[in-house]
Each structure stands twice: as structure tokens, then as C-alpha cells.
């Protein structure tokens, strides 16, 4: 998929470790993946849009 911004939820007592990863847009569905294919390089701080 490339360099996406998503929100991680951690998925509790997952073997192998692994977490959700969701869109805030509605139209794209969650999915899961385990940790070693996640890499996290940055962090959204704050974000605005139009109104």
C-alpha cells in the first residue's frame, strides 16, 4: 500500500502480536496486520480541515 496515515489499535492477546489498522474514511475497510509488518515513522499531531 505504500505511505498511508491510519489509526492502530492493538489486538490483545494475539499470537503472533498484531494490531487493526482503520481509516478514518468510511469507504476503506479495517484490516489486520501483525506487528513485524507495521512500520510506524511518524506520528499524527494535528491535523484541520475546511468547513
Do not use: C, Q
Not at 17 to 24: E, G, L, Q
Amino acid at each position: 500500500m505504500g505511505l498511508v496515515a491510519k489509526r492502530l489499535e492493538h489486538i490483545p492477546n494475539s499470537d503472533p502480536p498484531a494490531v487493526r489498522v482503520i481509516s478514518d474514511n468510511k469507504l476503506y475497510p479495517e484490516y489486520e496486520r501483525t506487528a513485524e509488518e507495521i512500520r510506524i515513522i511518524g506520528r499524527i499531531r494535528w491535523f484541520a480541515r475546511e468547513i
